[in-house]
């Protein structure tokens, strides 16, 4: 059983590791790749990361990523994957801005800045659960659909014990996930500033 789960994570951290390289690729290039240009290149890039390609390492490339970044939560991973599909739509700025307010709040308690401890909350709290699934309520009041089926996805997960931690918060929120959040939100804020600036310069009297 263990051997199998460890197959799992290797193959999740593929996938995500060649979806990773995918979007850059596609970030750098002057045009958009088909859709089977991308199938192909995750399959190619799945499968170099995946078995062992000798080179004095014993393990395969994800082996030594996961190693070094542990397993990446459900949202993150899923949101990564679903960003390469086909009309595939930007993540609501309220989203971003929810994640990086929970994130700037989470991480400074949960490592002892304070008197207690919501990492806890994940071993099964009753009212953190709720306030999951009132958060996707939420985002299906919000009409992001996409939204729901990920937080609904995660909760399946962390159930069926897919990664190796038994503890909600992984499986929601992770550190690239909310450093993410956070630069997409400066952007927005930098983007705005820029386009109120330059509207203000095009109106000038004189």
């Known amino acids: 059983m263990n051997n199998l789960i460890q197959t799992l994570a290797l193959i999740e951290m593929s996938i995500t590791c060649a979806a990773i390289i995918t979007l850059l690729l596609q970030k750098i290039s002057p045009q958009e790749f088909p859709w089977i240009a991308k199938v192909m290149l995750i399959l190619l890039l799945s499968n170099l990361f995946f078995w062992p390609l000798g080179l004095g390492m014993e393990l395969p490339l994800s082996a030594y990523v996961r190693g070094v ?22 993540t609501p700025l309220a989203l971003k801005f929810a994640v990086a307010c929970i994130a700037i709040i989470f991480y400074p308690l949960a490592l002892g800045l304070g008197m207690f401890d919501p990492y806890a909350w994940g071993y099964g709290s009753s ?25 609904a ?32 939100l400066l952007r927005a804020l930098y983007s705005r500033r820029r386009d109120k600036a330059r509207s203000g310069y095009l109106f000038r009297p004189g």
Do not use: Q
């Open 69 to 90: 970044i542990g397993d990446l939560s459900i949202v993150t991973t899923l949101l990564l994957w679903t960003s390469l599909l086909p009309l595939s739509k930007p």
């Open 127 to 151: 009212l953190f659960f709720i306030g999951v699934l009132l958060f996707a309520t939420v985002c299906g009041l919000a009409n992001w659909s996409k939204g729901v089926w990920i937080i």
């Open 153 to 184: 996805i995660a909760i399946l997960a962390w159930a069926a014990h897919w990664h190796e931690s038994a503890n909600l918060w992984d499986y929601l929120l992770d550190p690239f996930l909310a450093i993410w959040a956070v630069i997409a």
